[in-house]
T-cell receptor, first 115, second 115 residues
Framework: GDSVTQMEGPVTLSEEAFLTINCTYT??????LFWYVQYPGEGLQLLLK?????DKGSNKGFEATYRKETTSFHLEKGSVQVSDSAVYFC??????????????FGTGTRLTIIP | KAGVTQTPRYLIKTRGQQVTLSCSPI?????VSWYQQTPGQGLQFLFE???????NKGNFPGRFSGRQFSNSRSEMNVSTLELGDSALYLC??????????????FGPGTRLTVL
């Protein structure tokens, strides 16, 4: 079945540090890949997406590249801010579920940025 | 355009009771999915509805059920509540099955506590 493995947290960084959160996946076919972010007390917000190999998703300074050869979708940001503190989820929507909307999530990585 | 709304935001019930949660999708979105989020199990897919039909179901007991109305609004019901049903229940909407690339947009969730 489909699965997503995410870097264990929590991750604590200083402001302006470089961020990488690792994500690898197992899926049938050609999944679409997503990063969602959850701020305290809120639901999930879509951060970025990629729908085919070598696609790069980007938003708010965050980037992730769909690497089919390594089945990875690592999240990166060059200079983090305190406001980036949140829980980040990697997710996939499998080609096997074409036309269906099921998302398979990783366990989430809690990120804390200290001033 | 208004986002996904969920009511109520917080709910406290006792074991054995039943509960109904409501979700209004983004205007024009026809697919509604439900997820359960717990610290131990993370985010797990419950079910998905499109055009009043359940198209996909996760691995949850029959106590969990849902439905969708003609205006795309959805409800989920949990009968005979157990302590382990305490969770954040998230609803997500998307445009529908025209393409698997369409991301889901999440509501703020309903926090259910079972005593």
């Amino acid at each position: 079945g489909d699965s997503v493995t995410q870097m264990e947290g929590p991750v604590t960084l200083s402001e302006e540090a470089f961020l990488t959160i690792n994500c690898t996946y197992t899926a049938t076919g050609y999944p679409s890949l997503f990063w969602y972010v959850q701020y305290p007390g809120e639901g999930l917000q879509l951060l970025l997406k990629a729908t085919k190999a070598d696609d790069k998703g980007s938003n708010k300074g965050f980037e992730a590249t769909y690497r089919k050869e390594t089945t990875s979708f690592h999240l990166e940001k060059g200079s983090v801010q305190v406001s980036d503190s949140a829980v980040y989820f990697c997710a996939l929507s499998s080609d096997a579920n074409f036309g269906n909307e099921k998302l398979t999530f990783g366990t989430g990585t809690r990120l804390t940025i200290i001033p | 355009k208004a986002g996904v709304t969920q009511t109520p935001r917080y709910l406290i019930k006792t074991r054995g009771q039943q509960v109904t949660l409501s979700c209004s999708p983004i205007s024009g979105h026809r697919s509604v999915s439900w997820y359960q989020q717990t610290p131990g199990q993370g985010l797990q897919f419950l079910f998905e509805y499109f055009s009043e039909t359940q198209r996909n179901k996760g691995n949850f007991p029959g106590r969990f059920s849902g439905r969708q109305f003609s205006n795309s609004r959805s409800e989920m019901n949990v009968s005979t509540l157990e302590l382990g049903d305490s969770a954040l229940y998230l609803c997500a909407s998307s445009l529908g099955p025209e393409g698997r690339y369409r991301p889901q947009y999440f509501g703020p969730g309903t926090r259910l506590t079972v005593l």
